[in-house]
């Protein structure tokens, strides 16, 4: 295994054009020897990879390797180091309609009132300068309504956002995220600090939006396995390198073990799942290495 | 204008006949009393908007901050001749400016505004031991002075009313984004930081414009307890706004109308109103929570 590897070319993906400054044009992303640092700290480099139209790709990684860096690239937020990024064609851009974006979720004050309709607005005209025309209120209002309905968040979505649980604020968020009709999702770590039914319903909400919608859909997530089903490759963010392929190329005892210089074993059990074992110190661990916001936000 | 006040404070208090058009008549007669009106409904307005934002973004701490940093420099201009008004507002636009740029994220400094605050407060002291007139002005700057508010006042306050009710529209969607989901806003290319500066800027020229009639101390009664009480209430943001409006102008007159008939002070009368009101609507929402909290039908789903 070397060291950038990309491992199983992208089934759905444009070839590359070998140059390395041209992206594939069907691509959605394209990253040709992308880097990534943070301030002077580098976080992860030599990431070549493009992301089909429609594609299902899982982000794993410990905690700290830089998986929330990658979207925030994509989104435009933060430079890449060094290469190349392209987004539906483009240099990133702040901004970019084509994209929703769910960012981690920070627990909402309980005492807020605003329903979550009101939220869900925001991803629809909330850049937007003035107080709105009072003439387009309507089709606001039922853009909002469809997107509630899409996550199938109607039973509460008029509830103020205080209220909610975890599950529904995320049904919610996706929502908001969707309202714009994007071409491709960033979902950072949506299925975090859910119980696990509610892990599988909110992946299966975000696989069939995407499929009806023909969304491309990054997602963060700690788990693979309420994934596997629905998800198309895995992307491997660990050790300073970007890795992407199919789970049963990625998520293997010999290319994880290489990957973390440790005895790593993948174990699979009868309904297909996969536990990785030898990596207890970062399990044991999950949010050793997260960078808790100050107070509040 | 002062020694129809003067004139009126020595007369008996006028006691309130019960014919409403008549008491509504005799209040509006004195001059004092219309100008008290007027500028405490233009402000009643500026200070419901703009306080709405205040709650919502979490900045009742920066906006005390700054009407203390304006109290500095109201002091100052006393001390050294110009304009207390003018001072107020260069120094509390200043002190926007400074704590906009120093982070996206106003939330969680309170130590650095703090130290700030405390600074702004020693320096209005130092100067207001350099003025040599009377320690009425002071007192006027700290808890307002609506009754001596005069035509030249108003027409300040309504310019920087109208100009400030002009930005707040034109930046009122993204600054709604930017407080209630800032990392989404940013991507969305909401320009965080220069929104923040923005609405801090308004904050000081609200501020500014409040002094005059509740004064440095009591500009939270205008300036965030509406805010608080309708942030607890309302689920559409344009509701909010409204009923902050609302609140701020039935504080401020109902103070006026009952300082006319008695002898408490109107910036007492205005906070008092203001936190009676809070303590009943936070009474009124806990009883209600407990009693009904959501449909059952998703208590499962939980």
Redesign the interface.
Known sequence: MTKQAVIAPAPLAAPATGDGRAPGPAADVTARDLAASYGRTPVWSGATFDIAPGEFVAVLGPNGAGKSTLLRLILGVQHPASGLLRVMGDPPARGNPAIGYVPQRRPIDPDVRLAGTEFVKLGLSGHRWGIGVPGRRAELDRRVEEAVAAVGAEGYARQPLGTMSGGELQRLMLAQAVVGGPRLLLLDEPLASLDVRNQMTVAQVVAHLAGARGMAVLLIAHDVNPLLPVLDRVMYIARGQVTIGHPDDVITSEHLSALYDANVEVLHDSKGRLFVVGLEEEAAHPHRHERVPADGG | MNRALALWASAATPKPSWNVAHDVHQLFSYPFMRHAFLAGSIVAVLAGVVGYFVVLR?SSFAAHALSEVGFAGAAGGIAYGFSAVSGLLVMSLLGATLMGLLGK?L??RDAVIGTVLAFSLGLGSYFLTRYKGNASGAFGLLFGEILGISAHDIWVIALAGAATLVVM??????L??SS???????????PIRGLSVAFLLLVAVAVTAAVQVVGVLLIFSLLVTPGAIA???????SRAVALCVALSLAFVWAGLVVTYYSNFPVGFLITAFAFGSYLLVRLATAIHTTKA???P??MN??
């Open positions: 979490q994220r939330r969680g529209a034109v930046i009122y969607r993204p709604l984004f209630l989901d800032e990392d989404v806003a940013e991507a969305r290319g909401v942030d607890r209430l309302c689920r559409t943001p909290d959501r449909p039908i998703l789903s939980r």
